[in-house]
């Protein structure tokens, strides 16, 4: 996987599909180094904020959540989260990446951010497994980005308007590309203490190559914006003709 200035990683396309439905609590698993009562307190302080933060953007999530058999921490999957009481659509966000206020994924804009994506489809749980499904194609995709650039972005800087591509050999995501763009749609006046200002939401967008090799060119921003113009951001779904 590479993006605007050629990073490279070292993950495998895993098997990421493996979920239930639970409730969204915080819990110390036994197999992990426990936290401190204290850092217990304040993981679950900010969990519960930054839930706050996210529904200010996104609209009320909804009260089921895809958690992974095996946790994210310990080499598994996501707990994926969906929004689907904002925009037209369902957005389906993650909550793994941001711990704690002032620790984990972080660019030049945010000190902590979790990842994003949508899908015009209305959200339908029941086919989040089957493919063969509008929903459910969508959900396999968008699952599958979202595993694969968490871990990447523990240790790579992604930036709003930057992009990145998968190799062609990887599967399910082989050959597809992405830009990034920072998420916060809010007023002002929704954030009296400017906490958003160092948590955020970095939004993927799946794009076709020409558009890619297009913001290569001409900046991130330029394509957002034909993306805005044409109808097409924030959403992922490729049934659509490119803008370039």
């Known amino acids: 996987m590479t993006s605007d200035d050629e990073r490279d990683d070292d993950f495998e396309d895993d098997d990421y599909d493996d979920f239930d439905d639970d409730g969204d609590d915080i819990e110390d698993d ?15 302080e900010w969990y519960e904020r930054k839930t706050a933060l996210m529904e ?10 895809m958690h992974a058999i095996i946790p994210y921490e310990l080499g598994g999957g996501l707990d994926l ?23 984990g994924s972080n660019n030049a804009v945010y000190l902590t951010y979790e990842l994003l994506m949508f899908t015009r489809h209305a959200l339908s749980l029941d086919d989040a497994s089957d493919e063969k499904t509008p929903f459910g194609k969508a959900h396999h995709n968008i699952n599958a980005i979202l595993n694969l650039i968490a871990p990447y972005s523990e240790d790579a800087e992604l930036n709003p308007r930057e992009t990145c591509e998968f190799p062609d050999d990887m599967e ?69 003709k490119p803008v370039v």
């Open 172 to 240: 399910t995501v082989g050959g597809k590309c992405l830009i990034f763009d920072g998420y916060t749609p809010y007023a002002d006046e929704d954030d009296p203490q400017g906490e958003m200002e160092d948590f955020g939401l970095l939004l993927l967008i799946e794009i076709f190559r020409s558009e890619m090799e297009f913001a290569r060119e001409h900046g991130g921003a330029e394509l957002i914006e034909k993306l805005k113009a044409a109808g097409h951001y924030p959403y992922s779904d490729m049934d659509r």
């Open 56 to 65: 200010q953007t996104l609209g009320t999530e909804h009260d089921m959540v």
């Open 81 to 103: 989260y969906y929004f689907p009481n904002g925009i037209p659509g369902t957005g389906v966000a993650t909550k793994e990446l941001s711990t704690f206020p002032d620790s």
């Open 30 to 44: 036994a197999e992990t180094e426990p936290l401190s009562e204290e850092e217990q307190a304040l993981a679950e």
